[in-house]
Every structure is written in C-alpha cells, then in structure tokens.
C-alpha cells in the first residue's frame, strides 16, 4: 500500500544547532501537513502544504512542499529544548485518506 | 473555548471483549478523525466521520467501526479484541471536512487488551 516514509526516525543534536527531518511519498499528495508530539502529548498541528514547491516559514522552522508533491521537508534552525519531540508529517493522497510518516524523535542535547 | 475531548483515559480488556470509546470534537467542528498510535508505528488513519457519515476508512478489518452522533461527537467500537490492538486511540476534529483542514488532536484513550 501507499507509503509515506520519514527520516531519520531519531536526531540527536547539540542545543543551538540545526535540524532536519524528511517526507518521502510513494505517491503524489494533494496536500502535506505537519506535527508535533510532545512526550507525553498528542499531535498538535504546525502547518499545512498545499502548492507544488510551496515554502513556508514559523519563526526558526521552515516548512517545503516538493516540485513533484511527494516529499516534503521541515527544518529548525538553532534548535531549543523547547524543541523536543516527535515531528510527524501527514500527506493525503488521491483517495482522501490521511498516511501520516512514523515519525521523526527530536532530542536536544543542553 | 474546550479542545477535543475523549474518554475514558485508560481502558482495560480481555482478548475477545468489545472496546467503546468516545470523542466530542470541538464546538463548529463537523468533521471527526480517528486514530491508532501504537509503538513504533506512528499513527494509523482508521475512520473519518463528517456529517454524520463515515467518509472513508484506513487499512482496518471491519471488526474497528463507529459512528457520529448529531451533536457531531463519536463513537469507535472495536469488536472481538486482540492482543494487538493495545494502543493509544487519538480522536481529532476539524472544521474543514476532509482532509484538508487542520485536525485537532484530543488527548487520546489508551487501550490495554490482556
């Protein structure tokens, strides 16, 4: 069945550096959202990609949607500890059904 | 303005039994979600509700089922239990139907099937 795999599944940095997690879709998506889990938590929503190519921007996150619309790509730069958690992406495909990716666990090193 | 709410928190049961568990969505909120999030399997897509109808479903045998209410709240019924659908349950609403509009996540109905 439809795939959408994320990467890498753990990342640990220094406080202060960058952070990247990927989305790869086996299928074009008509959209791509993202999440974020706390420890402890619930999925709590970041943002919403709909345009081929599209880039968006949260203060220290960067948010991009691929050409082909099946990958996506979150970036934090100089990440905090507030940072920590699972990011998860969520693309919807053709049929309308949401395939979230497993997850990417953030943890930040003081 | 309240979240998304679930219950019960924790639910224990015996391989066999059935499972309810329950979501109101937020006020406005039409559309519903539902969710499993086991160990290292992230979260798994299983019902979405809007309107009252089931919309569409995840790669779930039909012994996972439900229904939504008219005041938009929800119900996920899992029949015959196994050991395997031990996991956390997340429920969702949104206000845009589909897939399309940002969910908000409840805090989730964790399931211990012995």
């Known amino acids: 069945g439809q795939q959408v795999m994320q990467i890498p599944q753990y990342q640990h940095v220094q406080e202060g550096e960058d952070f990247t997690t990927y989305c790869n879709s086996s299928t074009t998506l008509s959209n791509i959202q993202w999440y974020k889990q706390r420890p402890g938590g619930h999925p709590v929503f970041l943002i919403q990609?709909?345009?081929?190519?599209e880039v968006k921007k949260q203060k220290r996150l960067t948010f991009q949607f691929g050409e082909a619309k099946k990958n996506s790509s979150l970036h934090i730069t100089a990440t905090q500890t507030t940072d920590v958690g699972t990011y998860f992406c969520?693309?919807?495909?053709?049929?309308?059904?949401?395939?979230f990716g497993k997850g990417t666990r953030l943890h930040i090193l003081p | 303005e309240a979240g998304v709410t679930q219950s019960p928190t924790h639910l224990i049961k015996t391989r066999g039994q059935q499972a309810t568990l329950r979501c109101s969505p937020i006020?406005?909120?039409?559309?519903v979600y539902w969710y499993q999030q086991a160990l290292g399997l992230g979260l798994q897509f299983l019902l979405w509700y809007d309107e009252g109808e089931e919309r569409n479903r995840g790669n779930f045998p039909p012994r996972f089922s439900g229904r939504q209410f008219p005041n938009y709240s929800s119900e996920l019924n899992v029949n015959a239990l196994e050991l395997e659908d031990s996991a956390l349950y997340l429920c969702?609403?949104?206000?845009?139907?589909?897939?399309?509009?940002?969910?908000?996540f409840g805090p989730g109905t964790r399931l211990t099937v012995l």
């Open positions: 990609l709909v345009k081929s190519g």
């Open positions: 006020s406005g909120h039409t559309s």
């Open positions: 969702a609403s949104s206000f845009v139907g589909g897939a399309r509009g940002e969910q908000f």
């Open positions: 969520a693309g919807t495909n053709r049929d309308d059904k949401i395939i």
